[in-house]
């Protein structure tokens, strides 16, 4: 080889060098930016998940109170229904027992005007 194509050949790989590192540095800057964007946009969904959590909690806080409330309300309404059940069935014995009374009085009476009547 002579000295011209050693020299040639030195320049190529100088030129290629150089056209690596503007490549890799190109690279890692879009490297860079795209990591410095990601890390925002990761602390921004950090925060937001943190409010997010506590509003879930609190949802669910507010389910639990309202399950309760409706369990609540459940057992006194079958109370309500069960003492109104009660109730009628009390208001149809004496209704019953007032319809007998009432038959034997009637009975009674116009037995009484007979015998007044006869007498």
Request: charged content about 20%.
């Amino acid at each position: 080889m002579n000295l011209r194509a050693v020299l040639w050949s030195r320049l190529v790989v100088g030129v290629l060098f150089v056209v690596f590192i503007l490549l890799y540095t190109a690279q890692y800057k879009e490297y860079h930016s795209n990591y410095a964007y990601l890390a925002d946009k990761y602390s921004k969904l950090v925060v937001h998940s943190g409010g997010l959590s506590a509003q879930l909690q609190l949802l669910m806080e507010r389910n639990h109170r309202a399950e309760k409330l409706l369990a609540d309300l459940h057992s006194k309404y079958n109370q309500i229904m069960k003492e109104n059940s009660e109730k009628r069935q009390n208001d149809e014995v004496e209704r019953l027992v007032c319809k007998v009374r009432i038959f034997t009085y009637s009975v009674t009476i116009c037995n009484v005007t007979e015998v007044i009547l006869f007498v």
